[in-house]
């Protein structure tokens, strides 16, 4: 665990550095780790698990892409599903260097269909461990990014269905209590509001 947990924040270091090709090698070690996690990890009921991680903002030109991949800090990993949270950090991360890669790749088209491949993922599961409250990161990046992706390449009706569900989603969290930091549901919102209205976004 400790492995994919390195490789996990080595991907992030090349990430903020725009260094895209070392940081998706990173990230595709750090799956590979968890990989052997989940096959050698014997499962073991009612054990608690603890896994510290932190947003680091990545600068990029579009400011309607969530660019904060997850650093992971500490964890305690004891079971095979207890680390189903990390696995999808792990692929969120990926989805989003995907994607900034695709900003300015030759092989733009090719990143983009990576990113939505693997956001899409990272939402499904990350909605498969919404009890666990650090999983609503998780599924707002992903909302929100492929938003972003679909307004970006013109699939409006696509891109609304996904910042309805972004919307929908912060009022949950608010409505449940949960943990968000406000400045990212209002910074959420506003590019939900923004992208929806495709002349608006293509003006901003």
Known sequence: MDSAMKHNNNGI?????????RALLEFKLAA???CSVHSNVEPQPQLQVSCITKEMPVHTENSFI?????IMLSTN?????????????????????????SQ?????????????TLYEMSYSMGLRI??????HHIILSALNNLGQIYNEIGEYQKSRSYLEDLTAYVAYL??????????????????????RNPNTSAAA
């Open 13 to 21: 270091h090349f990430l903020q550095k725009g260094d895209y090709c």
């Open 32 to 34: 590979q780790f968890m």
């Open 66 to 70: 969530h660019s904060k991949p997850m």
């Open 77 to 101: 990993i004891t079971t095979s599903s207890s680390c189903d949270y990390e696995s999808t950090i792990i692929l969120v991360n990926m989805a989003l260097c995907y994607h900034l890669d």
């Open 104 to 116: 300015g790749a030759k092989s733009m088209e090719k990143s983009r269909e990576n990113a939505i």
């Open 130 to 135: 919404n009890s666990d409250e650090r999983s």
């Open 174 to 195: 608010g409505n449940e209590g949960r943990c968000s930091s406000l400045a990212d549901q209002q910074e959420l919102i506003l590019n939900a509001i923004v992208l």
